[in-house]
């Protein structure tokens, strides 16, 4: 079993819909990200979090430490956020723990 | 502006060739890591630093070295012995610690073996 575990690995939305994608792990840890990939393949940082909730723009990102789980949420999708989304976790010599990604795409 | 810089983007090699991937970064971070994706999985971990001339094994890494000479550069060489050495690579750093704080991400090597 994967130690991150990501669901759905594939989402397709109409441009405007909410999005959630989510992250489930089995292994104690320091934090959490979430990052963004592009075809180009650069990712970059979106959040990086150990409780609670964080928002930027129409990103927003939550964890629930007890249940091993976070969220990540966008609202009023659009065709520019069409990316791989990635949930990382810290591992414990600083290095990250990888899911495998959730493809998004947004159509127009 | 700081960051990290990965070079070549392409880079192709025949069999039986080593080859030599760049990454600097000036964002006097001490730790350094180098991760493979493969499609369909997720970043592996090939080798990390923590501080200058000393580096450790990550969970991937035969038929790969590195060295850290400089807090400022992490070169990973993908030796003959690397079986399937057609992936992307990605080099990272951070501040340092067991703690990811800053972590900051190259743009990536795509490493094709012909």
């Known amino acids: 079993k994967n130690e991150v575990e990501q669901s759905p690995q594939n989402l397709t939305a109409q441009e405007g819909e909410f999005i959630t994608i989510n992250c489930s792990y089995s292994?104690?840890?320091?934090?959490l990200h979430w990052l963004q990939q592009h075809p180009g393949g650069g990712i970059v940082s979106l959040f990086m979090?150990?409780?609670g909730k964080k928002k930027h723009g129409r990103l927003i990102a939550t964890i629930n430490i007890q249940e091993k789980h976070s969220s990540l949420h966008i609202t009023a999708s659009h065709p520019r956020d069409s990316a791989v989304y990635i949930c990382a976790v810290g591992g414990s010599q600083g290095n990250l723990i990888f899911g495998k990604g959730t493809k998004l795409s947004v159509k127009p | 502006d700081g960051g990290i810089t990965q070079s070549p983007k392409y880079l192709f090699r025949k069999e039986g060739q080593n080859v030599t991937l760049s990454c600097e970064q000036n964002l006097n971070h001490d730790a350094m890591y180098w991760y493979r994706q493969d499609p369909g999985q997720g970043l592996r971990l090939i080798y990390y630093?923590?501080?200058?001339?000393?580096?450790q094994k990550g969970d991937i890494a035969e038929g790969y070295s590195v060295s850290r000479e400089k807090k400022e550069s992490f070169p990973l060489t993908v030796t003959s012995a690397q079986k399937n050495p057609t992936a992307f690579y990605l080099c990272a750093s951070s501040i340092g610690g067991s703690f990811p704080y800053g972590y900051t991400f190259g743009s990536g090597t795509r490493l094709t073996v012909v």
């Open positions: 630093s923590q501080i200058v001339n000393d580096f």
């Open positions: 292994v104690g840890i320091s934090a």
């Open positions: 979090l150990s409780s």
